[in-house]
């Protein structure tokens, strides 16, 4: 990301437009103390207070002097979030100051839903980005903000580039670059050394790619609790020779989603600089089809020891998590944490919107849920049901990757991966999708991250931070 791009604040100055955020049945109310000219004005123009509305007041020389933002009500906003971020667009171009009607505690919301308003992806054709620029509410930390924004345009920029520009390479050059940034020791593990030092599947299911597999490994931080992240960055899934229909194929560049909202966490994690040890694993693999690829079938021995027998090569995610988790529990963190774009059976359990998270930690759940509410982050508990723990039993080898059935998947994957994180504290897997199918309020259509603003927020908690 340029330094053009990243998000920022205006600096407060004489020109401010003032902007006052009024609920629906209160626009009487601000209009009795305003001029009658405005109140005239106002009411000409309808304006009603309702959400995703925004009426420009010009001054006497036809400037933008004052602008009214619709609020709707309660009850309306509890159906969505970022509702300032509605109208970002189509305001004029200027400096924007809040002048009145932002609950204290919807501040930070609201800023931050300014700044993400602002992304756009420009990297293969021009775009146009809000020209509306907000100074940061009072009693809001501008620079946290900023921080938590560009880690969230990482995210955006990594899951939307595709993947002939985003494969394993190119995945791998963005972690190293963003470890250098904040003066993280790093190292990667590639294509047959992944063999020697012992990460087999996720070699299994990368060998069959032009771009070798490979495993990122970075660690920053050198006081406080122990935090590692793993990423899914399955570049690209086919299905491997369990072929993928072309329409389940079609948006697989964000089948490294988990990587990308990994590294935007952990770029909000370093850059706010708290006070922990962190450490990120990514697994970078393309699941392609050639000759070499992994088979139905196979047995697969992996990194802690345990066989895996391949009953669908389309659950490739899980295999290289897999390998990643026993690397990480080999060093017991405080609490280790994966996120992947793993299974469609999350999306039809809570839809698009929400992140599905497992957890055996009541309190690191019950932190995570009170965190995402704060933050406009969703997040949904979902159990590591004991009784499933059969279904990922095969027989033939210690598991199963793909159980028949079809019932429970979201929860026989986190099952699988659960055997991987063992020694690990406060294991926690977010099962997320990671797009947006259509432009919404700071989220327009494509990449964007979950759960990570959730997570950012519940570790002081989780973590005695």
């Given at each position: 990301?340029?330094?053009a791009?990243a998000p920022?604040?205006a600096?407060?100055?004489?020109?401010?437009?003032?902007?006052?955020?009024?609920?629906?049945?209160?626009?009487?109310?601000?209009l009795?103390?305003?001029p009658?000219?405005?109140?005239t004005?106002?009411?000409a123009c309808?304006?009603?207070?309702a959400?995703?509305?925004?009426?420009?007041?010009?001054?006497?020389?036809?400037?933008?002097?004052?602008v009214?933002?619709?609020?709707?009500?309660?009850?309306?906003?509890?159906r969505?979030?970022f509702h300032?971020a509605?109208?970002?667009?189509a305001?004029p171009?200027?400096?924007?100051?809040?002048?009145?009607?932002?609950?204290?505690?919807a501040?930070?919301e609201e800023?931050?839903?300014?700044?993400l308003?602002?992304?756009?992806?420009?990297?293969?054709a021009?775009?146009?980005?809000?020209?509306?620029?907000?100074v940061?509410?009072?009693?809001?930390?501008a620079?946290?903000v900023?921080?938590?924004?560009?880690?969230?345009?990482?995210?955006?920029d990594?899951?939307?580039?595709?993947?002939?520009?985003?494969?394993?390479?190119?995945?791998?050059d963005?972690?190293l670059a963003?470890?250098?940034?904040?003066?993280?020791?790093?190292r990667v593990?590639?294509?047959?050394?992944?063999?020697?030092?012992n990460f087999?599947?996720?070699?299994?299911?990368?060998r069959?790619?032009?771009?070798?597999?490979?495993?990122?490994?970075?660690?920053w931080?050198?006081?406080?609790?122990?935090?590692?992240?793993?990423g899914?960055?399955?570049?690209f899934?086919?299905g491997g020779?369990?072929?993928?229909?072309?329409?389940s194929m079609?948006?697989?560049?964000k089948?490294?989603?988990?990587a990308?909202?990994?590294?935007?966490?952990?770029?909000?994690?370093?850059?706010?600089?708290?006070?922990?040890?962190?450490r990120?694993?990514?697994?970078?693999?393309?699941?392609?089809?050639?000759?070499?690829a992994?088979?139905p079938?196979?047995?697969?021995?992996?990194?802690?020891?345990?066989?895996?027998?391949?009953n669908?090569?389309d659950a490739?995610?899980?295999?290289?998590?897999?390998?990643a988790?026993?690397?990480?529990?080999?060093?017991?963190?405080?609490?280790?944490v994966?996120?992947?774009?793993?299974?469609g059976?999350a999306?039809v359990?809570?839809?698009p919107?929400l992140?599905?998270f497992?957890?055996?930690?009541?309190?690191?759940?019950?932190?995570?849920?009170?965190?995402?509410?704060?933050?406009?982050?969703?997040?949904?508990?979902?159990?590591?049901?004991?009784p499933?723990?059969?279904?990922?039993?095969?027989?033939?080898a210690?598991?199963?990757n793909?159980?028949k059935g079809?019932?429970?998947?979201?929860i026989?994957?986190?099952?699988?991966l659960?055997?991987f994180a063992e020694?690990?504290?406060?294991y926690?897997?977010?099962d997320?999708?990671g797009?947006?199918?259509?432009?919404?309020?700071?989220?327009?259509k494509?990449?964007?991250?979950?759960?990570?603003?959730?997570?950012?927020a519940?570790?002081?908690?989780?973590?005695?931070?």
């Amino acid at each position: 990301m340029t330094d053009a791009r990243a998000p920022k604040f205006a600096k407060d100055c004489d020109e401010a437009i003032s902007l006052f955020l009024i609920e629906a049945g209160q626009v009487e109310a601000w209009l009795e103390e305003r001029p009658a000219w405005i109140a005239t004005w106002v009411r000409a123009c309808g304006f009603s207070g309702a959400i995703g509305k925004a009426l420009v007041i010009p001054s006497e020389d036809g400037k933008p002097e004052t602008v009214v933002v619709g609020y709707g009500t309660a009850a309306k906003r509890a159906r969505g979030r970022f509702h300032l971020a509605a109208v970002v667009g189509a305001l004029p171009e200027g400096v924007y100051r809040i002048e009145g009607g932002l609950p204290a505690d919807a501040a930070e919301e609201e800023a931050l839903g300014w700044l993400l308003a602002g992304y756009v992806f420009d990297r293969y054709a021009a775009q146009s980005a809000p020209k509306a620029r907000l100074v940061a509410p009072e009693g809001v930390d501008a620079a946290r903000v900023e921080i938590i924004a560009e880690g969230e345009f990482l995210t955006r920029d990594l899951i939307n580039t595709p993947a002939a520009d985003m494969g394993p390479e190119a995945l791998e050059d963005a972690a190293l670059a963003l470890a250098a940034k904040h003066g993280a020791e790093a190292r990667v593990v590639r294509g047959e050394e992944l063999l020697s030092q012992n990460f087999p599947m996720i070699h299994a299911v990368g060998r069959a790619a032009e771009q070798a597999p490979r495993l990122v490994d970075f660690r920053w931080g050198d006081a406080g609790p122990t935090l590692t992240l793993v990423g899914k960055g399955v570049c690209f899934d086919t299905g491997g020779l369990d072929l993928k229909p072309a329409a389940s194929m079609g948006l697989m560049k964000k089948d490294m989603g988990g990587a990308a909202t990994v590294l935007g966490l952990a770029h909000m994690i370093m850059g706010l600089g708290l006070e922990l040890r962190l450490r990120v694993l990514i697994p970078a693999v393309e699941n392609a089809v050639a000759g070499n690829a992994f088979r139905p079938q196979d047995i697969l021995t992996s990194r802690k020891g345990l066989t895996v027998e391949i009953n669908n090569t389309d659950a490739e995610g899980r295999l290289v998590l897999a390998d990643a988790l026993a690397l990480g529990a080999e060093e017991t963190p405080d609490m280790m944490v994966s996120m992947a774009t793993l299974t469609g059976a999350a999306r039809v359990a809570v839809g698009p919107d929400l992140s599905p998270f497992f957890c055996d930690d009541d309190g690191v759940c019950a932190a995570l849920a009170r965190a995402g509410a704060a933050v406009a982050d969703p997040v949904w508990r979902l159990p590591f049901h004991e009784p499933y723990e059969a279904d990922i039993e095969p027989g033939i080898a210690d598991l199963d990757n793909a159980p028949k059935g079809g019932f429970g998947g979201a929860i026989t994957a986190a099952l699988f991966l659960r055997r991987f994180a063992e020694g690990a504290g406060r294991y926690t897997h977010f099962d997320i999708y990671g797009w947006s199918a259509a432009a919404k309020p700071a989220r327009p259509k494509g990449g964007v991250g979950m759960g990570a603003r959730a997570l950012l927020a519940a570790l002081p908690e989780a973590l005695d931070l």
